[in-house]
């Protein structure tokens, strides 16, 4: 299983950016999904995450500025940041909970979380 981020790059204060991340390989069904940023000397943060059903939850600092989404049947996951602020700034990483096959074998019975390569986000004026 692979996790593949796009989408980073650097934009000015108040500007947009949107991630994707697919999931590719021995895949029959993902549970949750979420977006987690990392900032220069700070520890890994949840942004946002996603289940199957599509409840979504974020972190405060983000509410009303960004929004995650997926599409199930293409293993993709989103995330819309707007209004972005510097301290938006950090590498952003995808996760996913993925079942992997044999359907209904042990694998798919034991969700294991993988993570994407990461992708920079740079807020700067």
């Known amino acids: 299983v692979q996790l593949q981020a796009s989408g980073g790059g650097s934009v000015q204060p108040g500007g947009s950016l949107r991630l994707s991340c697919a999931a590719s390989?021995?895949?029959?069904?993902?549970?949750?999904m979420g977006w987690y940023r990392q900032a220069p000397g700070k520890q890994r943060e949840l942004v946002a995450a996603?289940?199957?059903?599509?409840?979504?939850s974020y972190a405060d600092s983000v509410k009303g500025r960004f929004t995650i989404s997926r599409d199930n049947p293409k293993n993709t996951v989103h995330l819309q940041m707007n209004g972005l602020k510097p301290e938006d700034t950090a590498v952003y990483y995808c996760?996913?909970?993925?079942?992997?096959?044999?359907?209904?074998?042990?694998?798919?019975?034991?969700?294991?979380?993988?993570w994407g390569q990461g992708t920079l986000v740079t807020v700067s004026s």
């Open positions: 996603i289940t199957s059903g599509g409840s979504t």
């Open positions: 996760n996913a909970d993925v079942r992997r096959g044999p359907y209904l074998s042990g694998a798919y019975y034991r969700p294991q979380a993988y």
């Open positions: 390989g021995n895949i029959v069904s993902i549970d949750d």
